[in-house]
């Protein structure tokens, strides 16, 4: 029927509508109890367990306080040689250490090298003062002669056997000299620590890398007296620095010190010879 502009549709079936829904009331739905499963289980059941932890780095080696592993290197006696964890410390240096190790070996009289030292000797400083005094031995050496060729107007060629030279002389002499002391002071129940006669023997090569930048000035009698100061230098430091710990090796103290400063002035004599001497 009309009413108005509104129409009504009285509460009656027509054809296409959707008949009405009757409610059936308030209708409680159960549900039966689920085998529910929390993820990841409780218990350790397959490959996933409470303890699962994600992975760690491969490489934390250098990050931990331990070496960077919670397991000691295995094996023992000489495998342990072989294994980086074992040289780790001996690197362990800030720079300050190391300049603080070279400012004493340029003030031998005062013999306190090794009682610094004694807690954290290191080789991380012998090794890039002896590969500095080879790249200056063989870059100063070839320099000089160079000039001194060019002076005399003669010709010049480049001698590779410098820097074989001196990769041998500094980096045999740091080596095989404090294992020959370590021998000699076991011998005389006055042992030592190998890697402490190395970082001495190291740091008392500092010297002869200014000592070889000077003997680009061209005379013979400059060039000795260089040659012969960082010897007694070098050999003072090694020699104080050794003394009072070799005075427990009985009356024989004496010769064991006078043989540690004649090697370290012999040392210096051959690099003045092979080194500081310039030929055309």
């Known amino acids: 029927m009309m009413s108005g502009k509104y129409t009504s549709i009285d509460n ?24 529910l499963q929390t993820f990841p289980p409780s218990g350790a059941q397959g490959k996933i367990s409470v303890g699962s932890q994600p992975p760690r780095d491969a490489d934390d080696t250098f990050s931990s306080p331990n070496g960077g592993s919670d397991e000691q290197p295995q094996g023992g006696g000489w495998l342990r040689t072989f294994a980086i964890a074992t040289y780790k410390p001996y690197f362990d240096v800030d720079t300050s250490d190391v300049v603080d190790r070279i400012k004493e070996s340029l003030f031998p009289f005062r013999g306190s090298f090794t009682e610094k030292t004694a807690e954290n000797p290191d080789l991380y400083g012998p090794f890039w003062i002896c590969t500095t005094l080879i790249f200056v031995a063989a ?21 590779i056997n410098l820097v074989t030279w001196s990769a041998g002389v500094f980096y045999g002499y740091v080596t095989i000299v404090p294992l020959v002391l370590y021998v000699i002071l076991k011998y005389f129940s006055a042992p030592a620590r190998l890697v402490q006669l190395f970082s001495l023997y190291g740091y008392s090569l500092f010297v002869f890398i200014p000592a070889l930048c000077l003997s680009v000035v061209p005379l013979e009698i400059f060039r ?47 690099l003045k010879l092979y080194l500081f001497t310039v030929t055309v």
């Open 12 to 35: 009656q079936q027509v054809s296409g509508s959707v008949p009405a829904v009757t409610d059936p009331g308030h209708t409680t739905v159960k549900f039966s109890d689920a085998n």
């Open 139 to 159: 870059s100063i050496g070839t320099f000089v002669t160079y000039v001194a060729h060019k002076l005399q107007k003669k010709e010049w060629n480049y001698d």
């Open 224 to 270: 000795w007296v260089i040659a012969g100061v960082a010897g007694f230098m070098s050999a003072t430091f090694v020699a104080l620095n050794l003394k009072a710990h070799i005075n427990s090796a009985g009356e024989r103290w004496f010769l064991i010190v006078a043989g540690i400063f004649l090697l370290q002035l012999a040392l210096s004599v051959v």
